[in-house]
């Protein structure tokens, strides 16, 4: 038996949420190109932020790198710097 998560359907129920109750400045924390399903969560992310009609900012997000280190595996976090 396998399963797969709804990337899509979530990220936009979440969007959706934050933006009904008041949050204008929405961000995606843990954009790591070494994972697919983050990277398919991000793209997810920025479908619906089109689909509710929010600007897309590249600072607001923070790109993560995964390692292993020391016995364990771990995020290693860098927010992305908007020039301009």
Same mark, same amino acid.
């Given at each position: 038996?396998?399963?797969?998560?709804?990337?899509?359907?979530?990220?936009?129920?979440?969007?959706?949420?934050?933006?009904?109750?008041?949050?204008? %400045?929405? !961000?995606?924390?843990?954009?790591?190109? =070494?994972?697919?399903?983050?990277?398919?969560?991000? +793209? *997810?992310?920025?479908?619906?932020?089109? %689909?509710? !009609?929010?600007?897309?900012?590249?600072? =607001?997000?923070?790109?993560?790198?995964?390692?292993? +280190? *020391?016995?364990?595996?771990?995020?290693?976090?860098?927010?992305?710097?908007?020039?301009?």
């Amino acid at each position: 038996m396998s399963f797969r998560l709804d990337d899509r359907g979530g990220m936009d129920l979440v969007v959706s949420r934050l933006l009904s109750i008041g949050y204008k %400045r929405l !961000g995606f924390f843990g954009l790591c190109p =070494e994972m697919t399903w983050s990277c398919s969560r991000f +793209g *997810a992310f920025v479908e619906a932020m089109v %689909r509710h !009609g929010q600007e897309i900012r590249l600072c =607001e997000h923070c790109r993560c790198h995964f390692c292993r +280190g *020391a016995g364990r595996d771990r995020f290693l976090g860098k927010r992305i710097a908007c020039e301009g």
